[in-house]
Each structure stands twice: as structure tokens, then as C-alpha cells.
């Protein structure tokens, strides 16, 4: 069984696609976390710190490179982290040095490519639930349940701000929810639009609690 969630950043896809995993007793997977480790491994092979911070301004206009590079990263989903290697780089992933440069490499067509394909080998066989920005329209078209959790940038951006994972002021996270909602609504391709057979939610003033309840209710 799939359940795959759809939504823009901040919209609470992840913490209650974790709970949904968590109630139903099955695979939890954030495939965003998949780019962001594409990223992060890309950030470190320019001299970047454990965080990708101080590397060299990768060159994202060469898709050629890019794509090489994405292709070797040895990227691995293991209860519920993300690996690079042997490593688990989880803490890593939501850095601001990541946060800067993961939407416009994910918007690269052929590293979607590879990173769908590497989503698809994990999911074989698995029964899970599963959270991005294309999940319900390309990666799972097929996936049992479908969901769609929106909300308000300002209601994105305080959830970004309150938890603590950020140096920037709230205004300065609005700005850039606002230019990744952007960036991934005019995507070449996965770009993130409402399937049409997927459940709307507007989140923006539903508790966790809430927003779960409804998607179980509808799941069960």
C-alpha cells in the first residue's frame, strides 16, 4: 500500500506523514530528503562543512555535471533516515546552506529522474507512506490514497521559524517559502500542482492532530 502526500514546504507534510506511518505501523518516507542529500553531497565535494556550509557557489547552470554528479551519490532510506553512504545526515539536511540551493537542483529534470528512480527502487515492495511535491502526480500516480496539504506562507513560515532549524528572521523565511513555492510550481517537470483525484487540505489553522484525523478517516 502507498499513501502518497503532495504539498508546498511548511505545510506539514512530513510530521504528519510520519504519525499517519506511525498509526498505521508501516514505512515512514520523506522523499525530499532524497534531494537534500543530493544536495548536501554536492555542497561537501566543494569544501563544504558536515552542513554544506563554506563550500564553493556550486555551478547549477551546468544540468550536465550536475546530473553526473547526482548519479554517484550512494543515497540509502533507513528507518526513516536518509544516508549518504554509511552515514546518517539527517541533521544535516534542513541547513540553511541546503535550504539555499535544494529547490533549483531538484528542478534539474534528469536528477529528478534518478532521484524518482532511487525512490521507487526503496518503495518496492513496501507498504508506506510517502511525502514530496510530485509523489501523487509522478513518482506514485498509481498510490492507493492521495493527499494535498496546503497552507498560508505566513503559516508555513512561522511553523519553518518555530523550529529553531533556521538563522533567519520570520520575514526572511517567508521571502524564501515564497520564491521555493515558485521555483517548484514552474518545475520542467514534477512541478507541484493538486492531482486530480487527490484529498485537499488547507492546514493553515488544523492542528497536527486534526489534519491526521481527517486523512485517517479517509484512509480507513
Not at 506523514?17 to 565535494?45: C, D, H, P, Q
Not at 526503496?122 to 514530496?132: D, K, Q, R, T, Y
Not at 492542528?207 to 486523512?215: A, G, L, N, R, S
Request: hydrophobic letters at 45%.
Amino acid at each position: 500500500m502507498v499513501i502518497a502526500i503532495d504539498g508546498p514546504a511548511g505545510s506539514g507534510k512530513s510530521t504528519i506523514a510520519k504519525m499517519i506511518a506511525e498509526k498505521l505501523g508501516i514505512v515512514f518516507m520523506n522523499t525530499g530528503s532524497f534531494y537534500r542529500g543530493v544536495t548536501l553531497a554536492l555542497l561537501r565535494s566543494l569544501g563544504g562543512a558536515a552542513d554544506g556550509s563554506g563550500s564553493a557557489a556550486p555551478d547549477l547552470q551546468d544540468e550536465e555535471a550536475i546530473t553526473a554528479f547526482s548519479a554517484t551519490v550512494p543515497l540509502d532510506y533507513i528507518n526513516g533516515s536518509l544516508y549518504i553512504g554509511d552515514e546518517d545526515v539527517e541533521r544535516y539536511l534542513r541547513s540553511d546552506a541546503v535550504e539555499a540551493i535544494v529547490a533549483p537542483l531538484s528542478a534539474i529534470v534528469e536528477v529528478r529522474h534518478i532521484v524518482n528512480d532511487k525512490i521507487r527502487e526503496i518503495a518496492a515492495n513496501l507498504s508506506l507512506v510517502c511525502e514530496g511535491r510530485d509523489m501523487t502526480t509522478v513518482v506514485f500516480p498509481t498510490a492507493d490514497y492521495k493527499f494535498f496539504l496546503d497552507a498560508s506562507v505566513q503559516a508555513r513560515a512561522k511553523r519553518r521559524f518555530d523550529q529553531g532549524t533556521s538563522s533567519m528572521s520570520l520575514a526572511e523565511i517567508e521571502e524564501t517559502i515564497a520564491a521555493r513555492d515558485q521555483i517548484d510550481r514552474n518545475k520542467k517537470e514534477g512541478s507541484l500542482k493538486i492531482a486530480p483525484d487527490a484529498v485537499y487540505l488547507d492546514t493553515s489553522d488544523l492542528t497536527i492532530k486534526q489534519v491526521c484525523d481527517m486523512i485517517l478517516s479517509k484512509i480507513q
